[in-house]
């Protein structure tokens, strides 16, 4: 089973839809999750995280996490052209094996 | 003022060689990563350090050497290169903690021919 796993998509969503990525881990000793964005041939930059269940808004993001069903979401609302790009999903295991781990990415592709 | 920055940004060399990617970070941060990203786009962890102490090693073939001079840099050594060598090597550093963001270099495009 992979570590973290992601929809490879593509996904394809109308500009202004709501556009939602899905990602699920198997280690339950994740403690944080995160997202970020990569556009094409540029460096990951990251999005926001999450380290309680529930709901987490900033802005037109809100990432949703149930760690009972080692489920992290994002939800990316009025979606934009300028959104297309690859959404990692990331999880951090803290203590002394200090590790952030990364799932294959989500291409997101948001049609004017 | 470039936070982590990683050199060279291309490198194109022959099946057989050896070569270095160099990697430094003036955030002050404690840990410091390898990840591979192949042409699937798949960030794949290689190394973890924490003040210049490995940490995790995803099995990397032992062709792969990191260095750690001191907890601003990390090189990593590529020894006898092979054609599935070929990727995006990215250099990563991020604070010690659970809310803590990791920031990336700008890739090093290793293509082996």
């Known amino acids: 089973q992979k570590e973290v796993e992601q929809n490879s998509g593509p996904l394809s969503v109308p500009e202004g839809a709501i556009a939602s990525l899905n990602c699920t881990y198997s280690?339950?000793?994740?403690?944080?999750f995160f997202w970020y964005r990569q556009y094409s041939g540029k460096s990951p930059e990251l999005i926001m995280f999450?380290?309680?269940?529930g709901d987490k808004e900033d802005g037109r993001f809100t990432a949703q996490l149930n760690k009972a069903s080692q489920y992290v979401s994002l939800l990316i609302r009025d979606s934009q052209p300028s959104d297309s790009a690859t959404y990692l999903c990331?999880?951090?295991?803290?203590?002394?094996?200090?590790?952030?781990?990364f799932g294959k990415g989500t291409l997101l592709t948001v049609n004017p | 003022d470039t936070a982590v920055s990683q050199t060279p940004k291309y490198l194109v060399t022959q099946m057989g060689n050896d070569k270095s990617i160099k990697c430094e970070q003036n955030?002050?941060?404690?840990?410091m990563y390898w990840y591979k990203q192949d042409s699937k786009k798949f960030l794949k962890i290689m190394f973890s350090y924490n003040n210049k102490e490995l940490i995790i090693n995803e099995t990397v073939p032992n062709r792969f050497s990191p260095k750690s001079p001191d907890k601003a840099h990390l090189n990593l050594h590529i020894n006898s290169l092979e054609l599935g060598d070929s990727a995006v090597y990215f250099c990563?550093?991020?604070?010690?903690?659970?809310?803590?963001?990791?920031?990336f270099g700008q890739g090093t495009r290793l293509t082996v021919v």
């Open positions: 955030l002050g941060h404690d840990t």
């Open positions: 999450i380290y309680s269940n």
């Open positions: 990331a999880v951090l295991r803290g203590g002394s094996n200090y590790k952030l781990t």
């Open positions: 990563a550093s991020s604070p010690r903690g659970l809310d803590t963001e990791a920031f």
């Open positions: 280690d339950r000793g994740s403690q944080s």
